[in-house]
């Protein structure tokens, strides 16, 4: 995707960068602090005036899935190519969910008796010399080559293991005995991997961790509870999913006691639970803790699998898929940016576009707009153009203030369109109370000396009216829209989960 393709991409997206109320440290935004006067902060505005003067709005009572699931897949690819392009650089995770290219080339490995090796180079038929659009973990004879891959690279800060985007990376891999492979089962293997391209598993970032996990795996076992019947006796294996009580015992003797729990036993839960039974009960010490577990019931993931086939899903995958592309309907914008699309501003506050057009001009894509006007002052107009894929425009500086002129417009459009809709619903104020104490607590815990230094560091242009839409207002008109939503049998069975 081009630079060009970006800025566009994103202006089609509200405020991508700012998905958190309190952001992780691996994408921390940097602090920068504008200055607005108290009577002309947009939230002023939004809160207090009648809007109807610039929108009307009305929420239907009910939306189909079906007439808006091609839309929201789209905005789905849209948001995770803007995850990625500000936050992953050229790093690469091996993840469900994510997507890559890359070109392949593999060595036979032949170890002789003196113990060293020796590499000699297969010719991988074409189809696997250079693979796009690859999902991994999304096909089981596939799993071999995508834990071997999920472990090929550096490790970053946090000891998780990826790849940088255009430079090889080498790694063995035992082939399994397998008809598939012909002349190579069995054997093991070097690859050499250049990923070409790649575009992260979407990510929902809320109070410092990515809630898009625990939400789909929550949705996942739902689903695999309502459509198929827990086997008694039966004995766990990766995959399953699981109903167990456990009672954490400190050092100290105080007890924790947690009931029904619920989980699919996968990544690090296999050592715990595999092989153990329905019924069974066991105790793993963890440095301090004393686990006590009592098994209650088994999911076996076989009966799961084919359940999912008669809700027209051809694998876990596939429908875990299904259930990323819901948790961005509901609390990454995906709703409320349909909503946006089918209303039109009868005309824009002069104000706030005055206010933002300030604000954003000192912070939105500041890098790429500096170094695409130093090179057309440097190399000329024609040569930037080519360089990031612009056509129709005169100038670079034109193109440049085009660019701020219609992100402003979008975020004023969304900004006016949501807090409308808020209003109407009649949630604003309870919801703008939740979102002071949050602010309140978030200054508290960071020891911000003031509100203004904190906001600062919530959102590239400090703005309170933009932290307050990102995330409480979206998510929880996203929850509103989704109780409304019908048209898929899934929807019925997670529906308790986002009811606000």
Partial sequence: MSKNTSAKAKNKKLLIAIISIVLVAAIAVPIVIIAVTSNERPINFLMKNDLSEYVEVSVPEKFNYGELRETLVAGYDLF????????????????????????????????????????????????????EGYR??????????????AEVGEKDEYGVDFMVRDTPSKFAIDIP????????????????????????????????????????????CKIAMEKTQPTEGAVIKEGDVIVYDVIDTYKDGTKKEYLDYVMEVTNEYVSYFDGKKQGESFTETVQDITEEFNIKEVYKSEDIEAALKTLGYESEFDMKEELRIWCYSVYSDGLMAIITKQVELESYPKKLMNIYTKLEEQTWEVDFRSSA???????????????YEITGYDTMADYLDDMVADHVETLVRELVISYSVAKELGIMDDLYKRYNDSIDNYIKQNNYSSRKEALATLADNGDEACIF????????????????????????????????
Avoid: C, H
């Avoid at 973990?137 to 834990?147: G, H, I, R, T, V």
């Avoid at 598939?180 to 050499?192: L, M, Q, S």
């Avoid at 006007?373 to 360089?387: C, E, H, I, N, Y």
């Fill in 469 to 500: 839409y990102t995330n409480f207002l979206s998510p929880i008109l996203g929850t509103k829209f989704a109780e409304r939503t019908e048209g898929a049998e899934f929807l019925g069975i997670i529906a308790d989960s986002y009811v606000s």
């Fill in 373 to 387: 006007l130093s090179m057309a002052q440097t190399w000329g107009d024609d040569v930037a153009f080519q360089a």
């Fill in 136 to 149: 991994p973990y999304s096909k089981a004879e596939n799993l071999f080559f995508d834990k071997a891959l």
């Fill in 177 to 220: 005995n397998e008809e598939r492979f012909g002349e190579y089962a069995g054997t093991k293997v070097r690859f050499t991997i250049t990923v070409t391209d790649y575009v992260a598993r979407y990510i929902y970032l809320y109070s410092g961790s990515d809630n898009s996990i625990s939400i789909v795996g929550d949705w996942y």
């Fill in 80 to 131: 995770r190519v803007g995850i990625t392009e500000t936050y992953f650089g050229k790093n690469v995770y091996v993840e469900e969910g994510s997507t890559l290219d890359f070109t392949l080339a593999a060595e036979l490995i032949t170890t002789n008796e003196n113990g060293t090796k020796e590499y000699t180079e297969i010719k991988l038929p074409e189809q696997y010399a250079k693979i």
